[in-house]
T-cell receptor
């Protein structure tokens, strides 16, 4: 079964420092991978996706993610963190439903806290 | 206003009562989804719809009913609410199928079942 794992419940980083939020996946076939962000009391917002092509995917708000097939990882990165980046981040993978349709399987989320 | 809206934003109900959560989108997206968000589980898909009058089960459909008579609306009904259905519910929509296009999420409905 397709799944994603986010090994860190929380990541703390100082403003201006680079940040990484980790995600590993398990799929059969080619993975379709996504990152979403959730701000307090809000719905999820799409950041970026990998379907095929360049392993480095650029997304919204200066975020990027690196697809690594050999390590089955899709880590989210940003060169210089901002306090406003503090939020809950979800990795997701396209998965197949028992009945044959598709779904997104989400990780459990990583809380990013950027401090001054 | 354009976008995806949910109502109510907060709801408290009692065990055994019927509750309907509303979802409305203005983009005419074909696909709509209902998720529940619980600590330690991330988001789990309850039901989805590929078009008006077409709905299908997600991974946790038990105790829920959906309908989609119009493209823009996708209500979720808890026929007899249970405490285990206390959660935050998110509606989402997308142009294409799951996994092909980004999904746009509503602000969520926080439901408490006493």
């Amino acid at each position: 079964a397709q799944s994603v794992a986010q090994p860190e419940d929380q990541v703390n980083v100082a403003e201006g420092n680079p940040l990484t939020v980790k995600c590993t996946y398990s799929v059969s076939g080619n993975p379709y991978l996504f990152w979403y962000v959730q701000y307090p009391n809000r719905g999820l917002q799409f950041l970026l996706k990998y379907i095929t092509g360049d392993n480095l995917v650029k997304g919204s708000y200066g975020f990027e993610a690196e697809f690594n097939k050999s390590q089955t990882s899709f880590h989210l990165k940003k060169p210089s963190a901002l306090v406003s980046d503090s939020a809950l981040y979800f990795c997701a993978v396209r998965a197949i439903l028992t009945g044959g349709g598709n779904k997104l399987t989400f990780g459990t989320g990583t809380q990013l806290k950027v401090e001054l | 206003d354009a976008g995806i809206t949910q109502s109510p934003r907060y709801k408290i109900t009692e065990t055994g009562r019927q509750v309907t959560l509303m979802c409305h989108q203005t983009w005419s997206h074909s696909y709509m989804f209902w998720y529940r968000q619980d600590l330690g589980h991330g988001l789990r898909l309850i039901y989805y719809s590929a078009a008006a009058d077409i709905t299908d089960k997600g991974e946790v459909p038990d105790g829920y009913v959906v309908s989609r008579s119009k493209t823009e609306n996708f209500p979720l009904t808890l026929e007899s609410a249970t405490r285990s259905q206390t959660s935050v519910y998110f509606c989402a929509s997308s142009e294409g199928g799951i996994g092909d296009n980004e999904q746009f999420f509503g602000p969520g409905t926080r439901l408490t079942v006493l």
